[in-house]
């Protein structure tokens, strides 16, 4: 919760070690990691991110909207527009499926 309100506060720096302490104690939690990949975004850091996404889709590919909308963040900040909108279709699929 921290993490979300600095994020939404613009206090990137605390957000992302909020996010990065919370992942940290518990990596198979997914529920408001799409806000962390997209502070990772705003902030252009691809390692962070890019780890982010593969922890996130290591262990929620087939089930976690979030992981996807990490992949997206990531192929974005690469330039790879159609790929992020591809994973961003992935993540709707999935959230549909499960609501």
Known sequence: MLG????????YPEAAQAFGEAHRLAPYRVRDMETYSTLLWHMKDEEALAQLAHSLVSIGRNWSP??????ANCFSLDGDHQAALKSL??????YRSAH
């Open 89 to 94: 279709g992935r993540s709707m699929q999935l």
């Open 4 to 11: 979300r309100v600095c994020f939404e506060a613009g206090r």
């Open 66 to 71: 979030e992981a996807w909308v990490a992949v």
